[in-house]
């Protein structure tokens, strides 16, 4: 069992850390803790919504600027 808490923060806290080209790496685990709130019936607080947002964005964003042209 996790300490969902505990997850976001150390999430949060990594992201804060990466530079703006790799902090999409976070999004997997970020997902993971968000299906696991909402598998246990909670909430997902609006922040981190916004920060998955962010990453999946940033994580596409990386994607398609890998892409030979």
């Known amino acids: 069992m996790i300490n969902v808490t505990a997850e ?3 999430i949060q806290t990594l992201v804060g850390q990466e530079g703006l080209n790799t ?6 685990r970020l997902r993971r803790v968000i299906d696991h709130l909402r598998a246990e019936g909670q909430a997902v607080p609006p922040r ?3 920060l998955h947002q962010t990453l999946l964005s940033e994580a596409i ?3 398609f600027d ?3 042209v």
Not at 23 to 28: A, K, M, N, Q, V
């Open 48 to 50: 981190i919504k916004q």
């Open 61 to 63: 964003e990386a994607e």
């Open 8 to 10: 976001l923060d150390q």
């Open 66 to 68: 890998n892409m030979p």
């Open 23 to 28: 902090r999409y790496r976070h999004e997997p």
